[in-house]
């Protein structure tokens, strides 16, 4: 029987989602087709009649942009929004800005680590963002596999979001496709090698329908016009094959 529900979304589009290049760690902001897909996003969830009683974000800007742009089209702009660094995007490390082809899909394998001779070394790392996290700014990753991605959330999930949870409010989390597919693959049990072919659009609402003991009594739910949203998913995973043969 459902107790709660969760709602997690993956950011609207930005610049470097149509290009096909890793943004990570750099910060973007919504493109206007981003800006689309999170209002129209917000309009679904309030004509679907849902509320929400707190909204966690990672504190990079296309997260915290689209939570605002959903807020806003279902009125409810007064809901709280907490922004922590653990539900930030992947770190890809020394493939900052390189073309998403350059790696495969893999759980446990972590790219080469980003060094000071990167061009968004110096970006990333000089962010006052950085300097409100709960670990010093020299912890914070350099690179990860989406099972340092979970590793790096779970605390956060643990300690923070699941009281929440547990005191009956609904909530949304506003994050990025790595950090809302590591969460899926803790909240599902979903293997490791089945995690790698998990794939969420953008813009689109997952909902999850949790027991009391915070483990999903139906199968996730992408929310919207489902041929829409298996059109939008087939884009995502050919993305990498496209620009694997044009190489």
């Known amino acids: 029987m459902s107790k709660c529900k969760l709602f997690l ?11 096909n290049r890793f943004c990570s760690w ?4 919504l493109s206007e087709n981003g800006v689309v897909e999170a209002q129209e996003c917000g309009r679904l969830l309030k004509e679907q009649g ?15 942009q689209m939570a605002w742009l959903v807020l806003e089209a279902m009125g409810q702009e007064w809901v709280p929004v907490t922004k922590s660094w653990r539900l930030n995007e992947r770190h890809y490390g020394a493939l900052i800005v390189l073309n998403r082809a350059e790696m495969a899909r893999s759980y446990d394998i972590t790219p080469p680590p980003i060094d000071e001779t990167h061009p968004y070394y110096a970006e990333i790392y000089t962010d006052r ?26 605390p956060y999930w643990n300690d923070v979001i699941v009281p ?14 790595n950090s809302c597919r590591a969460l899926l693959k803790h909240l599902e ?26 483990r999903p009594v139906k199968p996730r739910q992408l929310l919207g ?23």
């Open 9 to 19: 979304l993956r950011h609207g589009d930005g610049a470097w989602n149509k290009e």
């Open 26 to 29: 750099v910060d973007q902001k």
């Open 50 to 64: 849902y509320q929400f009683d707190q909204v966690f974000t990672s504190i990079l800007s296309h997260s915290i």
């Open 129 to 154: 963002r950085y300097s409100t996290c709960d670990v010093p700014k020299e912890e914070l990753p350099k690179t990860e596999s989406l099972k340092e991605v979970l590793d790096r959330l779970l």
């Open 164 to 177: 929440v949870i547990e005191s009956g409010q609904t909530v949304l989390i506003s994050a990025h496709g």
């Open 189 to 214: 049990d979903i293997s490791e090698t089945e995690i790698v072919n998990v794939t969420l659009p953008t813009g689109v609402p997952v909902l999850l329908e949790l027991d009391e003991d915070l």
């Open 225 to 247: 016009n489902q041929a829409k949203i298996q059109a939008a998913i087939k884009k995502v995973e050919d993305q990498g094959k496209v620009n694997a043969q044009n190489k």
